[in-house]
Nanobody, 127 residues
Framework: QVQLVESGGGLGQAGGSLRLSCAASGCAMSTLTMGWFRQAPRKEREFVAGSSRVGSDIYYGDSVMGRVTISRDNAKNTVYLQMDSLKPEDTAVYYC????????????????????WGQGTQVTVSS
C-alpha cells in the first residue's frame, strides 16, 4: 500500500516562494508517476504538475505554467513542488498523488487518472 505524506505548506506572501514535499512509502517511488493537484474552496480539484517515473516527462497545469517546478528524488522517495511568484489565487489545499501506470496511457490532468492520494497540505498566499 502506497502512502503519501505532504509537507511544506503554510502561509506565503504574494511574489514569494514555497516548496512542498511529498514523501512516498510502501514501494519504490521509481515505479510511480507522481503529481500534484490543488483544490481551492468551492472549486474542483485542479491539476498542477506531473512527473514521469524518472522525471523525463514533465507536465504543468495552465494556471501555474512558468511559476512552479516539479522535481523528484527517487533515492529519497520524495517529490517536490517549488512554487515561485506566488499569487493569492494559489491559495488551496495541495495534494500529492501517484499512479503506477505510465504517462501516455491515461489523461493525467484528471483526478480519475491517479490512484494514490495524500491528505493534502494547506497553502495560503496573502496579498
Amino acid at each position: 500500500q502506497v502512502q503519501l505524506v505532504e509537507s511544506g505548506g503554510g502561509l506565503g506572501q504574494a511574489g514569494g516562494s514555497l516548496r512542498l514535499s511529498c514523501a512516498a512509502s510502501g514501494c519504490a517511488m521509481s515505479t510511480l508517476t507522481m503529481g500534484w493537484f490543488r483544490q481551492a474552496p468551492r472549486k474542483e480539484r485542479e491539476f498542477v504538475a506531473g512527473s514521469s517515473r524518472v522525471g523525463s516527462d514533465i507536465y504543468y497545469g495552465d494556471s501555474v505554467m512558468g511559476r512552479v517546478t516539479i522535481s523528484r528524488d527517487n533515492a529519497k522517495n520524495t517529490v517536490y513542488l517549488q512554487m515561485d511568484s506566488l499569487k493569492p489565487e494559489d491559495t488551496a489545499v495541495y495534494y500529492c498523488t501517484a499512479d503506477a501506470r505510465p504517462f501516455g496511457t491515461r489523461v493525467i490532468t484528471t483526478t480519475a487518472s491517479w490512484f494514490y492520494w495524500g491528505q493534502g497540505t494547506q497553502v495560503t498566499v496573502s496579498s
